[in-house]
């Protein structure tokens, strides 16, 4: 199995940052493309940034610019950094990888259990 740990959500004012961590134990899977939903309440949980295996990013419209996802493949980790934070930035984020078993060909996604962020304005 695996399974994803969150961490480094919390509360922070308008205009301030914050880092999201998110490390995936693996028991052998390979790791494919990382990153963080997030879902506001009564919204639909949506994309907020992607990272490939080889470093290539792709990021929803609304934090283009003041989020930035990275990723250390040794640590198996991925990580959120937030700049510039607004109020509607508000939700639990949630980390996102593909894995697969070794020899099979299906990609299963995976998720974290979530972390609230809050921003206060």
């Known amino acids: 199995q695996v399974q994803l740990a969150e961490s480094g959500g919390g509360l922070v004012q308008a205009g301030g940052p914050l880092r999201l961590s998110c490390a995936a134990s693996?028991?052998?899977?390979?790791?494919?493309?990382m990153g963080w939903y997030r879902q506001a309440p009564g919204k639909q949980r949506d994309l907020v940034a992607l990272?490939?295996?080889?470093?290539?990013?792709n990021y929803a419209d609304s934090v283009n610019g003041r989020f930035t996802i990275s990723r250390d493949n040794a640590k198996n980790t991925v990580y959120l950094q937030m700049n510039s934070l607004k109020s509607e930035d508000t939700a639990v984020y949630y980390c996102?990888?593909?894995?697969?078993?070794?020899?099979?060909?299906?990609?299963?996604?995976?998720w974290g259990q979530g972390t609230q962020v809050t921003v206060s304005s």
């Open positions: 996102y990888t593909q894995a697969r078993r070794p020899l099979t060909p299906r990609w299963d996604d995976y």
């Open positions: 990272i490939t295996n080889g470093g290539s990013t």
């Open positions: 693996r028991s052998g899977f390979y790791i494919n493309d």
